[in-house]
């Protein structure tokens, strides 16, 4: 019956160990689940600490108390039998080492076998884990389809179903074709919810119609993630403009809808010579739309992918006038959080015009806020807005840094994918500029180096003080 007993335990744990190790690939191929599993196994943990101080201490010397009453000392005898010693047992020793070994041998196997036995738990934690991350990133699709994105990238790392990774999959694979093309349809079926989402084809298709009876669209200037711009004349001024088309997807929320009309005349007052200015909010046919200057040249993004290094000269310019529209900005209360290159037109003149100011806010909503989610491209947030903490002015000098550090060097200082340069902000000190480009007039590379500090405190704290340190250069 004993034996029986013994022999079907056995059968189990081969059983039961098999079924395990057939899941330690899956797991192994993705390093957040094994470290999951390695980690959070605490069980497993608590008991191996306590076999690590029990076998040392107190199983290791049983063990060899018992074998030296089974090999008892062997007793010599010399001068004719009248002098007796005893001598250690010769076996006792071997004994003892082939104890040692099976011990914490044995002790491996109980380690390995108590992890096995918790892989199940793991593999229906970083199930849930995974689930968890596309059920937000669902959730965020009509407000911030490039956030989603980025849970579902994450997501995928959680994920050890194939089929689960191929719907992750597919999902990214529709939202970048959405942000990147016009006329395209999301059906949010296809991301665990029940209404459809439709991103309206170009209004070049339809150019008899005039939106809000007001403007006549005439082409399509460009498009990108934030929305589509046309060229549009304002027939009631007589004046073409540029008019940005919004995502659709902000009447959504009637909280942030109320949001957006109030931020909106904020907006709308912002009157600089290196600010885009913004004429009109629109309301139409459940679309938002800016109607906003025609700045008729190209951006800053295009200047430095086509040409060779700016002359230095041309740097302090530039740069000054981009610091003086940010500090009247600053001074109405405005945080851009979204400076980059591409906000950065460049008149025909070759005077700078920084559109988008407060985009980036606008098309939050107070959920995303509350939730700590990203705001902002990459290549240019500062660390407070990739770890998701409160902005200020301070975060609008860091990405003027950034930009100032490409316009001397020629190269943004990180460089990988969205993910890599997001944490390379947070913790990574870049190269000097100077590395990069010889002879740059002296402070210059230190100016930069301050403007781009991990820590807001240490940087300058208003942009002022950048504008009274880029005046010290005379050309």
Do not use: C
């Amino acid at each position: 019956m004993f034996l029986d007993t013994v022999f079907q335990i056995k059968q189990q744990f081969i059983h039961y160990t098999k079924d395990s190790l057939r899941l330690v690939p899956v797991v192994t191929r993705k390093p957040k689940v094994l470290h999951h599993w390695l980690l959070e196994s605490r069980k497993p943990q608590l008991i191996i600490i306590v076999l690590l101080v029990m076998v040392p201490s107190i199983i290791t010397p049983v063990i060899d108390y018992f074998l030296s009453l089974i090999f008892s000392p062997v007793t010599a005898e010399s001068l004719f039998g009248l002098i007796k010693t005893e001598e250690e047992n010769p076996y006792l020793v071997n004994a003892q080492t082939i104890a040692h070994w099976l011990i914490w041998v044995g002790f491996v196997v109980i380690s390995v076998n108590l992890y096995l036995r918790y892989l199940p738990i793991t593999i229906f934690e970083v199930r849930k884990i995974s689930n968890d991350i596309v059920l937000k990133a669902d959730k965020l699709i009509k407000t911030n389809p490039s956030q989603s994105i980025l849970l579902y990238d994450a997501a995928r790392e959680w994920s050890i179903d194939e089929l689960s990774e191929q719907e992750i999959n597919t999902k990214i694979s529709k939202l970048n074709s959405i942000m990147s093309g016009v006329g395209s349809k999301i059906s949010n079926s296809d991301y665990s919810e029940t209404a459809t989402v439709v991103l309206p084809d170009a209004f070049v298709d339809s150019k008899k119609e005039i939106i809000a009876e007001r403007y006549q669209v005439i082409d399509e200037l460009g498009s990108g993630a934030m929305g589509t711009v046309y060229l549009a004349e304002d027939i009631k001024l007589n004046r073409r403009v540029a008019l940005k088309q919004l995502s659709p997807l902000l009447s959504a929320d009637k909280q942030q809808l109320a949001r957006f009309r109030q931020e909106a005349h904020v907006l709308a007052k912002l009157s600089h010579p290196n600010i885009v200015q913004v004429y009109d909010f629109i309301e139409w046919n459940d679309l938002f739309l800016i109607a906003i200057e025609l700045v008729e040249g190209g951006d800053l993004e295009e200047k430095l992918h086509n040409s060779d290094l700016l002359e230095i000269k041309e740097v302090i310019r530039l740069i000054t006038q981009m610091a003086e529209g940010l500090a009247y900005a600053h001074e109405q209360g405005i945080i851009h959080r979204d400076l980059k290159p591409a906000n950065i037109l460049i008149s025909k003149t070759g005077d700078i015009k920084i559109t988008d100011f407060g985009i980036a806010k606008l098309t939050q909503s107070s959920i995303m806020t509350q939730l700590n989610t990203v705001m902002g491209s990459p290549a240019y947030m500062s660390p407070e807005q990739a770890n998701g903490d409160s902005t200020d002015e301070r975060t609008d000098i860091y990405s003027l840094g950034i930009v100032l550090y490409q316009m001397i060097s020629g190269n943004r200082p990180f460089t990988g994918d969205a993910k890599s340069i997001i944490a390379q902000h947070i913790s990574k000190v870049p190269a000097q500029p100077g590395e990069q480009r010889e002879n740059l007039p002296k402070g210059l590379t230190a100016l930069v180096m301050k403007m781009i500090e991990k820590d807001p405190r240490a940087r300058y704290q208003s942009v002022v003080e950048v504008i009274e340190q880029l005046r010290q250069y005379k050309f």
